[in-house]
């Protein structure tokens, strides 16, 4: 059997903001809107602060205005919350996201609530999360939403194949399921506890690993052919790069799934790349939205 074909989430993800900074354009050009997106990150965690610098990059290279939020990392619930309501009122901000995690002062999911429903571009608020599970329109977490892309583009209709997603997080897991609910695949949440894991997977056409742990899911858990998404990202020694050297993998070992899948996205460069491309469609959408304008046709296209 041939190797699985990679599908390519940087390629995907490029295209991607290809697209929205063209509808951008227009939406800036015929109602002379542009969308705003606030990124707040308190403290100063390494790896948030690269993941914020991105998010900024990638908004001004669309078109989008970025609006940036930089706090210390002692600042309390009640400041966070006052900067929050000031960009929930700001017309010039459609989009906000709070980076996470937060320091321990600061209880999260009072953040989260505090945020806007129609302004929440992680898809992280109540509201949405119910909007999605009624199938309303909602804003939906981004990395869930980038997987559902690649999986649409590279099967076309998912209408009735069984999708197993392994883990159950609120940002991924569930959110996923629903996605894949509204596409009318016959969807299994499997997890930890789930008996005889390798069986349950190895029933999946579509299997999305969004686990945490490192090469977990082995290639003789894969059916062959199945179409494999690997949300995880783990940092493990990597002895053969030289002492204290480390390199990331996903979920799957994906040397052995490589030869069995049809299709797999590769750590890095698969899902993670989606992610933030997501999170600007999602804040071009809900500028349109609250504006009370339909979302441009891509002229492109």
């Known amino acids: 059997m041939a190797e699985a074909r990679i599908i390519d989430g940087k390629s995907f993800a490029a295209g991607l903001r290809a697209r929205i900074g063209r509808q951008v354009a227009v939406l800036k050009a015929r109602h002379g809107i542009i969308p705003g997106l606030a990124a707040v990150l308190v403290g100063d965690d390494p790896a948030s602060q690269v993941y914020v610098r991105s998010k900024e990059k990638q908004t001004a290279e669309a078109g989008m205005a970025s609006v940036g939020r930089r706090l210390a990392a002692d600042t ?5 919350l006052t900067i929050v309501n000031a960009l929930n009122t700001d017309p ?21 609530e505090a945020v ?5 571009v992680d898809g992280f608020h109540p ?33 009735g194949l069984n999708a197993v997603i392994v883990g159950r997080s609120t940002i991924v897991g569930k959110p996923m399921a629903q996605l894949l609910l509204a596409e009318n695949c016959t ?36 059916k062959p052919g199945a179409t494999v998404i690997d949300v995880g990202i783990n940092r493990i020694e990597a002895p053969e790069k030289g002492v204290g050297k480390t390199r990331l993998v996903g979920d799957v070992a994906f040397d052995e799934a490589v030869q069995v899948a049809g299709a797999i996205t590769p750590v890095p460069g698969g899902v993670g790349p989606m992610t933030i491309a997501c999170l600007l469609q999602n804040t071009l959408v809900a500028c349109c939205r ?5 979302v441009p046709d891509d002229p492109g296209e």
Do not use: F, Y
């Open 116 to 120: 806007d429903p129609a302004k929440d």
């Open 76 to 80: 309390s619930q009640e400041a966070l």
């Open 290 to 294: 609250q504006n009370g304008i339909d």
């Open 92 to 112: 010039a901000v459609h989009g906000i996201l709070v980076q996470l995690p937060l320091p321990d002062q600061i209880d999260t999911r009072a953040i989260i």
């Open 187 to 222: 969807v299994t949440v499997a997890h930890s506890r789930t008996r005889d894991l390798p069986a349950v997977c190895r029933n999946a056409d579509i299997l999305v690993a969004a686990v945490g742990r490192a090469q977990m899911i082995k290639g003789d858990w894969i």
């Open 127 to 159: 509201i949405n999360v119910g909007r999605l599970v009624n199938g309303e329109d909602a804003l939906a977490p981004c990395t869930p939403v980038g997987c559902a892309m690649m999986l649409k583009d590279v099967l076309g209709d998912l209408s």
